[in-house]
């Protein structure tokens, strides 16, 4: 963080450096690296209004949404997965309550 000092000696941040820490805790909210962050940080301090918009951020936007396409893919599969047993388990405990019924009668 870039500060100029006051008269008093306290830091005074201006409009940009404020705009930088609301960019960077945006996304560190939504599960971005500081590494991830640098490029957007360089944006906002090369004088653009935002930081998604230069090359270097852009690339990093298109890797993290690839990462959560594929963090979903797999979250989708698990549930798959999940349900399938509990399909299979219910199948099993009924037939076992079934086989029990036959025998005690």
Do not use: W
Not at 37 to 55: E, Q, S, Y
Not at 66 to 84: K, W
Not at 94 to 99: F, H, P, S, Y
């Amino acid at each position: 963080m870039r500060a100029a000092r006051s008269a008093n000696g306290y830091r005074v941040y201006d409009e940009a450096e404020l705009r930088v820490v609301r960019e960077i805790r945006a996304l560190l909210a939504v599960g971005f690296a500081l590494d991830d962050i640098r490029p957007f940080v360089a944006c906002l301090r090369a004088g653009n209004t935002a930081g998604h918009v230069c090359p270097d951020s852009v690339a990093v936007l298109r890797r993290k949404l690839a990462e959560v396409d594929a963090g979903i893919d797999r979250l989708h599969e698990v549930r798959q997965e999940l349900r399938d047993q509990l399909t299979h388990a219910i199948a099993s405990r009924e037939e076992t309550c079934l086989r029990l019924r036959r025998t005690t009668l």
